[in-house]
């Protein structure tokens, strides 16, 4: 396997080419080790943080954001969004608040208040 990626651990955006097997990569481009584990995580495990929308009840064509605290196996994004989908909060609500505990190893917070 040979994999071209950019890393988006920092603004630098590192060129970096991975090769070997999935338990003996090597990387190359990293300017530092926090590339190179993100290039072995995207090719073992993908993760991403997951960032969405969710309705406010009781406030006329009013959303707020909400996303993972962590984030999860990127192979869950599509099953997590039509769980946020289903999700409606009544305001007042603050950033922080868990509106979907417990999901794929996580929480789902809302990240802005709503007064
Ligand atoms: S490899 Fe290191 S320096 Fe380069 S983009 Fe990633 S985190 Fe930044």
Do not use: W
């Amino acid at each position: 396997m040979k994999r071209e990626l950019i890393c988006i651990v920092c603004p630098r955006g590192c060129a970096m080419t991975v090769e070997g097997e999935k338990d003996n990569l090597t990387v190359v481009g990293n300017a530092c080790p926090k590339g190179k584990q993100y290039a072995i995580d995207e090719c073992t495990h993908p993760t991403r943080t997951v960032t969405s929308i969710v309705r406010v009840a009781n406030r006329v064509d009013t959303m707020t954001s909400v996303k993972t605290e962590a984030p999860i196996p990127k192979e869950h994004i599509f099953d997590l969004l039509e769980k946020i989908r289903a999700i409606r909060v009544e305001a007042p609500v603050e950033a922080g608040t868990v509106v979907l505990p417990d999901v794929y190893g996580t929480n789902v917070v809302i990240t802005k208040n709503v007064k």
